[in-house]
Nanobody
Framework: QVQLVESGGGLVQAGDSLRLSCAASGGTFSRYAMGWSRQAPGKERVFVGAITWRDSGPYYVDSVKGRFTISRDNAKNTVYLQMNSLKSEDTGVYYC????????????????WGQGTQVTVSS
């Protein structure tokens, strides 16, 4: 049974940084794409970015490009989301997911999601 556990969320001020972690278990994830989505209050969950198991680098939605960085440690089955220059509009619950699809670009393309971690950015 695949399990994903996010951690690292919290309350920060605009301009601050935060790093989220997601530990995966119940499988071998070196050939899974891993990614992140977020859900702002009262809005639908949206895809944020992902990193494949292939040699190509991570990719992101435009709203976080240049500020967020996704990385992964296959030895630890862990994916990270480094968030810099946080804005109030980054507030929401952040979820990590895994999928066997090589280049997911929407939340529907993921096979499993974690329970999420809250990020609140005060302005």
């Amino acid at each position: 049974q695949v399990q994903l556990v996010e951690s690292g969320g919290g309350l920060v001020q605009a301009g601050d940084s935060l790093r989220l972690s997601c530990a995966a278990s119940g499988g071998t994830f070196s050939r899974y794409a891993m990614g992140w989505s977020r859900q702002a209050p009262g809005k639908e969950r949206v895809f944020v970015g992902a990193i494949t198991w292939r040699d190509s680098g991570p990719y992101y939605v435009d709203s976080v490009k240049g500020r967020f960085t996704i990385s992964r440690d296959n030895a630890k089955n862990t994916v990270y989301l480094q968030m810099n220059s946080l804005k109030s509009e980054d507030t929401g619950v952040y979820y990590c997911g895994v999928t066997t699809r090589p280049y997911p670009r929407s939340t529907t393309e993921f096979d499993f999601w974690g329970q999420g971690t809250q990020v609140t950015v005060s302005s």
